[in-house]
């Protein structure tokens, strides 16, 4: 019989303990399964219900949350409470011979800190390990919610099966990948052949709504509404917990399937399969939304306007044709509105500078900010802000009206001849409650910059082009930005 995710996620944790001080055997390795680096609802639920049917296979799995600067326990909870929000509903009422907790930084934190993993933790682990044991970690791993690690091996990724680490780990561990689930654009890492099991990246609005189709095709996860002998592999109470997790992330990364940008037969297929796993007495999958949507969105409350542009944060690098100088490009996503964020960060131009800090920091030319939202202005309808800078510092000798200027600017200004139409991009209103009308000018008069705006007095370019009502999603706003660089 299978265990409960909490015994499970302990037993994962306590494996890993083994691995990391030699005390496995070289039969015994066990895979870790590893989400992307912006460690999102999405990203930390499909590793962890991979992880949990993964371990009813011969092979150990252990979730690890990309979060290199962030242990688990209390910190883990403040800056990812949907999280916990998830968890809390999947794991209440406890099961029998579970230990009931609370959504406090205290219990929470205590819980986290038991059962889960961060790359954090990971590293500050191996510095305690003594010297006897020096040398690389090897260690085997499936990535979900992304197809490439950011830091690949000399060897490549032509190799059967590719090698590589990730940041917090550079210096310690060695991946080689096994297998692979993503809803992403493939970044061409994995080599499509029968070594890669499973190698599932396709269109989806969630990566869970793969995971959970993944786990079906591999025989691991069965419809508890069969009446077959290989269902008794898991019991029903922990199907539902599995199921209800799983939910939550498909069902916030489609606004409740209602997003029909992002919504594909994957996902409501997988919601379907799901919700004949709940229980009679289980919340219907929308209370479930419902009360996830909302920690999502009250959890910005706690956090620094820094944290809050990293924590669904996105990085990728782009070369121009003309040039062998790359671009990084920064995407940011979050889900309050750009008054909100301002008025947190103080003014309109704290927050551009903020901004700029964030770039600098990272060495971004292009970042983009997106805000997801529903709006009081329009009646509660769903809606979305970008919000797009170009910084100097990367060099372009011949941009589109052969001058000398900087790729960063010469490409905002090709992006936002494009997006125009192609995302329909309308001129920039307030769209949450704002009582002052002079508020709402200095927002605009401070973001949507031109020449006349450039900053002078510092040397240095600033390009801001700010819409509303913006209908796309991350996914088709991302590949505009993408050959605006490339095309110069």
């Known amino acids: 019989m299978s265990a409960s995710l909490l015994k499970t996620l302990r037993t994962a944790l306590q494996t890993h303990h083994r691995f990391i001080a030699g005390a496995l055997s070289h039969a015994e390795p066990p895979i870790y399964v590893i989400g992307n680096p912006s460690a999102d609802l999405d990203s930390i639920i499909s590793a962890v219900v991979y992880a949990y049917f993964g371990n009813l296979t011969a092979r150990r799995h252990i979730p690890l949350i990309n979060l290199p600067n962030v242990p688990s326990g209390p910190e883990l909870y403040r800056l990812r409470p949907e999280f916990v929000k998830a968890l809390h509903l999947s794991t209440h009422p406890a099961l029998e011979g579970e230990q009931s907790w609370d959504e406090t930084p205290e219990s929470a934190g205590a819980l986290l800190r038991d059962h889960f993993l961060t790359v954090a933790d990971f590293a500050a682990q191996l510095k305690s390990i003594p010297t006897g044991t020096s040398g690389r970690l090897q260690a085997d791993a499936v990535l979900v919610d992304w197809n490439a690690l950011p830091i690949t091996s000399r060897s490549g990724p032509q190799q059967q099966q590719p090698k590589g680490s990730i940041p917090g780990l550079e210096s310690t561990v060695d991946f080689t990948v096994l297998g692979c689930v993503d809803h992403h654009i493939d970044e061409g890492f994995m080599p499509h052949g029968s070594q890669i099991k499973p190698l599932e990246i396709h269109t989806a609005g969630s990566c869970a709504s793969l995971v959970t189709h993944t786990l079906q095709s591999l025989n691991l996860w069965h419809d ?6 290989t269902n008794t ?7 539902t917990q599995l199921a209800q997790l799983a939910l939550s992330a498909i069902l916030i990364d ?12 994957w996902d409501t297929h997988a919601v379907e399969f799901l919700t004949r796993q709940l229980q009679p007495q289980t919340p219907p999958p929308t209370t479930l939304y419902n009360q996830v949507h909302q920690t999502k969105q009250n959890s910005l409350d706690f956090l620094t306007v820094t944290e809050i542009l990293d924590r669904d944060y996105k990085q990728w690098t782009e070369t121009p044709s003309s040039s062998s100088k790359p671009v990084e490009i920064g995407f940011c996503s979050m889900v309050k509105s750009l008054p909100w964020i301002i008025r947190k960060a103080g003014n309109a131009k704290a927050f551009l500078d903020a901004v700029e800090g964030f770039a600098r920091a ?5 970042v983009v900010v997106m805000t997801a939202f529903t709006s009081p202005v329009k009646g509660g309808e769903f809606t979305r802000e970008l919000f797009v800078v170009a910084l100097d510092g990367n060099a372009h000798d011949h941009d589109i009206d052969n001058r000398d200027g900087d790729v960063a600017t010469t490409a905002l200004k090709h992006f936002v001849n494009q997006a125009v139409d192609k995302l329909r991009l309308q001129p920039w209103t307030a769209l ?3 009582d002052r009308l002079d508020q709402e000018e200095e927002i605009a008069r401070s973001l949507v910059g031109n020449d006349e705006h450039a900053d002078a007095a510092e040397g240095r370019y600033r390009r801001v082009w700010v819409q509303a009502d913006l209908s796309k999603s991350r996914k088709q706003v991302a590949p505009l930005v993408r050959e605006a660089v490339t095309s110069l």
Do not use: A, M, W
């Open 254 to 265: 489609t606004t409740n399937l209602t997003s029909k940008d992002k919504v594909t037969p």
């Open 432 to 434: 949450d409650v704002i």
């Open 233 to 239: 592999q898991t019991e029903p109470e922990h199907l």
């Open 224 to 229: 508890s509404t069969q009446s077959t002998s």
């Open 362 to 366: 990272r060495n971004l030319g292009i």
